[in-house]
Structure formats: C-alpha cells, structure tokens
C-alpha cells in the first residue's frame, strides 16, 4: 500500500476517534463513571463491540459501493437519503453548539479567559483548517496529533489517580450493576450520528474505494475505535481513583474535578488543555462529516462545500454565543444519536444486499446478522431507557 493511502487510513481513522471524544464523551464517561463505578467498563466493553460491528458494516459498504451514505439511501429508496442528511445534519449541529462550548472553556480554563471569546478563538481555529487548499490532508493531520496528545494528557492523569485496576478489569468483564441508557448514550456519542459516516465518508474523499481495499479498510476502523476506547477506560479509571479517594466531583463540570483532584493547581490547565483538544477536532469532524451529507444533492453544494463547513462553524458558534453553554445537550444528543444510529445502520444493512448498489460484493453474512443483532439491541435500549 501507498504512502499516500496509508495516511489516508490513519487520518480516516482519527478523524472518526477525535470526532467522538468530544466535551460530551468527557462528561458522560465521568458521570455514568460515578454512577456504576467499577462495573462501568462493563457497559465500555460492551460500547467497543457494538461500534466496531457498526463501523465493519458502514465502512465497508460505504468503501465498496464508492458511494456516500445518502446517496445509498436515495438509491435505496427515493427521499431517504434527504431523511437520512437531515438526522444527520440536525445532530451534528447540535453536538457543534456544544464542541464550541466545550472548546471556549477549555480556553478559559487555561488561560482565565471568558469563554464566549475562547470560543470565538476556537471557531476561527476550526476555520483556518478549511481555509488551505489541502484541506481534507491539513484535517488529517490536526486530527493525529490532537489525538495523540489527548492520549498522553488522560494516561497522565490515569497514572496519578492510582485507580484500583484489578477491581475495574474484572468487573469489566463480570459487572455488578448494568444501566441500558448509559450503554445507549455511550454507543450514540462514540458512533452514532454523523460520527459513524466521518471516517468512511473522508476514506471515500481520499479516493480510497473498492473490494480491493477492504481489510485496509478494516483496519482503519478498528484503530479508530482502538483509540476511542483508549481514552474512555483511561479516563474511567482516572475518575475511579478520584472517588475512591472520597474526593468529590463536581455536578456541574464532572471531568474538571477529575484533573484537579488527581494533579492538583495544575490540573486545571490539563483540564483545559484536553476539553479544547477533544472539543476543536469535533468541531472540525462535526462540520466536514455533516457537509459531506449535504454535498452530492446538488452540484452547488459539491464546489462550495468547504466556504458550507465554515458557514456550518459559524452558525454554531452564533447559536452558542447567543443561547449559552447548552445544559443537558451534550448528554441529550448522544442518547439522540443513539436513536439515529440504528436506522442509519439498518439503511446500509438493507443497501449491502442489492447488488444494484455494490455489483458483485457479497457482504459477510455474519456481519449482517451481527449489525441486525445491533439494530435491535440498540432500539430495545432506547425503548428501556425512555421508559425509565
């Protein structure tokens, strides 16, 4: 394989974990953390299986058929691509109202500065990265190193909690205590909604395509949930070892009392410098993700879709700035998309089995029964969630 393609898969593949470790990540992890404490990797366990078979699937129709997922679905059936773009593109808004917010108090956090402006700072950011002329490589290449440092930041952190790691890697795998909304929540902010399409729609701008590169592809989906996974159960046990210390976290910024209690003064700044690593390639991934559905409807939308993704910036930061810092959004979304996921998943599904839309490509039976299995797990959860 070439250079060239191998950074594409890497990019792809990090553009998708960033896009998913965003302020929301970091604060459902905490809260459902103190929730269920040790047994909370049991429901992260269970998130990395149902992602890697949602990214298997839509990855490799995506790949294969050459084509974007709602012009799939228009193909399927006329109109549902719209339905489909507007789920999508609804979604990825309201998580980019929240990125800003998150990305203007990591500033804040960081520098003391007001976090209106810090979000300002951070939307011209964003922007700046669509502003060159190798956009898509630029993307590539702030989503790795992000996400590197995101890496480094949480194992920091993890290192000095001292969690109690035999305990919580045990009841990873035998839990004591199970909740369907935190596992539902999880799965919607790791893959659902527009997250699910970014890695495999920025392949597709790559020109990565065909049967031909199907375990490439493969690979790249697995490294990007890898990643993702990295950080949720670093920044579980972080918050383990905060609590059984009895030190309290904080209701209203659950993750920032994690830095502090575990690095002290310092913390803070860690904590800032993390909300705004994680909350800026959001942005970037929410904005490039949710375009990419709008630009194949019209020829317009396709030459202008980078001057669209700066517009798509703007605007949240507009909503932002004039509403506030959205309470329960964060929270709120994810559980959204968790709704979202399993009619995009069943939508590809459905598409990977005429041959119409993917020629000669025979889908791997078991990962249509896995990705079925998914789509019902997945509205069972939801129907038990809002129930309760």
């Keep these: 394989m070439s250079s060239k393609s191998s950074k594409a898969l890497l990019g792809a593949a990090f553009l998708m974990a960033t896009s998913a470790v965003g302020p929301g990540f970091l604060t459902q992890t905490t809260v459902f953390t ?10 992260i366990l269970l998130s990395i299986i149902i992602d890697l078979c949602v990214q298997y699937n ?88 992000l996400g590197f440092l995101m890496i480094l930041l949480i194992l920091y952190i ?18 004591q205590k199970f909740d369907p909304i935190a596992t539902l929540t999880l799965v919607g ?8 399409f970014a890695g495999a729609h920025r392949l597709l701008d790559s020109g990565v395509r065909g049967e031909s590169s199907l375990s490439q592809v493969n690979k790249s989906a697995s490294t990007g949930i890898l990643v993702t996974a990295i950080i949720r159960y670093l920044l579980f ?22 830095f502090e209690n575990a690095a002290g003064g310092f913390g803070k700044q860690l904590f800032g410098l993390m909300i705004w690593a994680a909350a800026i390639t959001s942005v970037v991934g929410a904005a490039y993700t949710s375009i990419s559905f709008l630009r194949s409807f019209h ?8 001057y669209l993704t700066i517009v798509f910036i703007l605007i949240s ?61 997945l509205i069972g959860m939801g129907v038990l969630g809002l129930n309760g």
């Design 299 to 306: 020829p317009f939308l396709d030459k202008y879709h980078t």
């Design 237 to 258: 046990l972080a918050t383990l070892g905060i609590l059984l210390a009895s030190a309290k976290i904080n209701p209203g910024n659950p993750a920032a009392s994690v």
């Design 58 to 145: 839509i990855w490799q129709v995506i790949t294969v058929s050459g084509k974007r997922a709602q012009d799939l679905a228009n193909e399927l059936f006329p109109g549902l691509g719209y339905f489909l773009a507007l789920l999508i593109v609804v979604g990825g808004l309201a998580f980019n109202i929240g990125n800003v917010a998150g990305a203007g108090l990591g500033i804040e956090a960081m520098t003391g500065v007001p976090v209106q402006t810090g979000a300002v700072v951070s939307a011209g950011v964003a922007i700046t990265v669509f502003l060159f002329k190798e956009a898509g490589k630029v993307m590539d290449t702030f989503a790795k190193i």
């Design 158 to 175: 993890a290192f000095t909690s001292h969690p109690p790691l035999g305990e919580a890697i045990t009841h990873t795998f035998f839990p």
């Design 34 to 43: 103190e929730q269920l404490m040790t047994s909370f990797g049991f429901i």
């Design 317 to 377: 930061t507009v909503v932002f700035l004039l509403v506030g810092r959205p309470v329960r959004i964060l929270i709120f979304v994810g559980t959204l998309n968790g709704f979202v996921l399993p009619i995009a998943l069943a939508i590809i599904l459905i598409a990977s089995r005429k041959s119409r839309l993917v020629g000669s490509y025979k889908h791997p039976l078991a990962l249509q029964v896995a990705g079925w299995v998914v789509v019902g797990v």
């Design 189 to 196: 902010g790791t893959v659902g909604g527009y997250i699910s």
